[in-house]
């Protein structure tokens, strides 16, 4: 007798390339929120890889997802029913409420709400969200580019690699980037403004590479990881910084590539492992510098949306063999009650 | 008619551990020291796990190694003729002067004499030579173990390895080895100071490794590469450092190890590549402070000894098999004229 609560499920645990065939559509029961709960509705959906891994039973951090499970995600939500003192009804939130329309989630965990003048509310899980603060922790805290050196990114026409190549350019590197179709290096160099873009599925991409650094590399935000890593380590000058972020490739399957570090050694480079998380105490400052650049048109991500909760699994799937271009979302509710 | 100059060449060219059958003894032709250049006696042999590499054929920075060529190697060596103004009959130098009793090498190159105040002339290839040195900068330089951490060495009863631990140790750090035998484990508490060191050889060194870091591992000086690399980084803590230095068990083979990286952007991590010749202007600095701890018995490295050239190729292989202890050295030629 249940039922009002659109969800999409795990089928299945497997590795590989996921299958629009490993989700399913459930009808869950409308949630009741508990005392210091709030009852959420979802607006748009933030598709990652890192929810890959939990498709097939590994954490990243959170619960397993086994079979029958709602699949789970960082979403932009708008709070219905309150019964916690910090969260009026109306107040929209970034938080994990899953692939579903409606959730109730603990409001001590739920995170700050959303400053709605700072951008439109997409943006809070995009060039404004945790890939925004990931390439900024990656290029300020990490990497900190040197005026005139070069930075190379991967996924740089995904949502961290764009913010990545976009931010490091400021601070007066040559961005370059690489990425997977000649469409999106399209998007890199002409919309984003990096130097240049070299697309990895290219024969000659290595070469191509090293023509669009002339004088070698010296920051490297890593996406990617396995052999595109190996690849670029090849490049590094000496005294290199490499950041070790997604690894999408990796997400795949339960076991990482492996990598030689010999030429890493050879090249007295510093590779440093980044996980976002950590960082989450920059976030005004990030929003600070990032609010007015967005706004003004000088920080941009491509957003891929699509409509409807039922699209979300073959939007993944897309994502994950690299098809979509942009910050994929899925638009599950209505911005406006 | 030539001869007068014992010499060790490479036979053959090979992967794998190296066998004796696979240098020579030759009877090379007394050189003949050039304008601008040196004749000079070696003394001591330094034997270090980067002549393998070169023995197969891969350069490490110098030339490559073909059969009939005489072994390299950076040795304790006496001038017994100079065409150079800046050096003078009796000086004793540290040289790329290979293995054989005699060599004429460029003035411009020779480096440094030795201060011979300072320590026995053995320790010029040892605790006061380059090992000293790489320790110095991983420790000092990459690393920096802050006060109450713990610092991790592989290759701990070896040149560097014994260096580091006792450096991380006067900076404060609890220092803990890995090591390849009992004997080589009581050297490194016993002799070296070390809080505790894990013989790698049980089967249960992982859990050994464990017990003897309580609070988890913030500093590690990678030598060796692979799969103990692997292994350590498991047990790392959260923003730990890794210096990536020798890897011993790479130079068998012309492809490294390769590694899995996951457990290292888990722990945000950070490995750097280190690589000793980036710090000889550090040298004076070492000497400075190692010297007298050195003269004091407070820093010590024991060394290995064996006498005459035509043992030297027995020792290496000693060496390479991990059945030595302490710095290899062969003793070639008298310390006094």
Redesign the interface.
Known sequence: MAGGNKQIVLKRQRDGVPAVDDFAVADGAMPQPGPGQLLVRNIYLSLDPFIRKAMRGDHHGYALLNPGDVIYGRNVARVVRSNHPDYAVGDVIVADTGWQQFAAIDGARAGDRIDQTLGPLSTSIGVLGMPGLTAWASVTHLIQPALGSTFVVSAAAGPVGAICGQLAKRAGARAVGIAGSAEKCQLVTRTYGFDACVNYKTNDWEEALKAACPDGIDGYHDNV?GAM?QAVGKQLNHYATVT??G?PG?YFSS????????A????????????VY?YQQDMPEYLRIAAPLVRDGKLKVKEDHVSGLENAPAHFVRLMKGDNVGKAIVAVGPEKV
């Open positions: 990881g890593l070790l972020c690894r990796d076991t990482f590539t492996p990598i030689q570090l010999g890493f050694v050879g090249k007295r480079a510093k590779l440093k492992g980044l996980v950590d």
